[in-house]
């Protein structure tokens, strides 16, 4: 069975703080993805990656895939950044995702 | 960066009507799209795969009869919800992938919030 699991669930900051979101699955993957779910419910695709560590202004993404997991950090955590975080994977060899059930963050000023 | 557009954002309907809901890729071309579907407060769940010029390929427990889903050009695929009911009342969202310089990335539309009466 495809499990992916997210932790916290929910998560409330200053702004400022420096977030980390955790992220593990149980099988092996093709590439894993981070999201960002607005309030509205609008996505963005942060991140894909297969390996290592991507960065992409205050956010940064690793992935372990002998641990099989994956963590979404944060830098200055500002109030926009309030959002759903989503962690999804492919499995090996499939082009659909399965979905983590999101992490919820409150950043407040 | 890449723009799925989806639309209508939200539409309110009578139960027993349809309602088609449109995802185009705006300045890549999409073989592939994907339809989910996302009750409040749980995860999104993948409805089917939509490959262009050929039949969409539907999850398990997804009735294809119900969930119409055409993908007639590289830029455009449709969900129809048929005789809708409030328990098909949700969040329906698709996203695409690109084949060309965006190198297989995922692009997500904004998402479609039904609500049946």
């Known amino acids: 069975k495809n499990e992916v699991e997210q932790s916290p669930q929910n998560l409330t900051a200053q702004e400022g703080e420096f977030i980390t979101i955790n992220c593990s699955y149980s099988?092996?993957?093709?590439?894993l993805h981070w999201l960002q779910q607005h309030p509205g419910g609008g996505i963005v695709s942060l991140f894909m990656?297969?390996?290592g560590k991507k960065k992409h202004g205050r956010l940064i993404a690793t992935i372990n895939i002998q641990e099989k997991h994956s963590s979404l950090h944060i830098t200055a955590s500002h109030p926009r950044d309030s959002a759903v975080y989503i962690c999804?994977?492919?499995?090996?060899?499939?082009?659909?995702?399965?979905f983590g059930k999101g992490t919820k963050l409150t950043v407040n000023p | 960066g890449a723009v799925v557009s989806q639309h209508p954002s939200r539409v309110i309907c009578k139960s027993g009507t349809s309602v088609k809901i449109e995802c185009r890729s705006l300045?890549?071309?999409?073989?592939?799209m994907f339809w989910y579907r996302q009750f409040p407060k749980q995860s999104l769940m993948l409805m089917a795969t939509?490959?262009?010029?050929?039949?969409?390929?539907?999850e398990q427990g997804v009735e294809k009869d119900k969930f119409l889903i055409n993908h007639a050009s590289l830029t455009l695929s449709t969900l129809t919800v048929t005789s809708a009911h409030p328990e098909d009342s949700s969040f329906y969202i698709c996203?695409?992938?690109?084949?060309?310089?965006?190198?297989?990335?995922?692009?997500f539309g904004e998402g479609s919030r039904l609500t049946v009466l």
């Open positions: 990656l297969s390996s």
């Open positions: 099988v092996g993957i093709s590439a």
């Open positions: 996203s695409a992938r690109a084949q060309n310089r965006f190198t297989g990335e995922l692009f």
């Open positions: 300045d890549f071309q999409a073989t592939t």
């Open positions: 999804a994977f492919s499995p090996g060899g499939s082009e659909k995702l399965v």
């Open positions: 939509s490959n262009e010029g050929s039949k969409a390929t539907y």
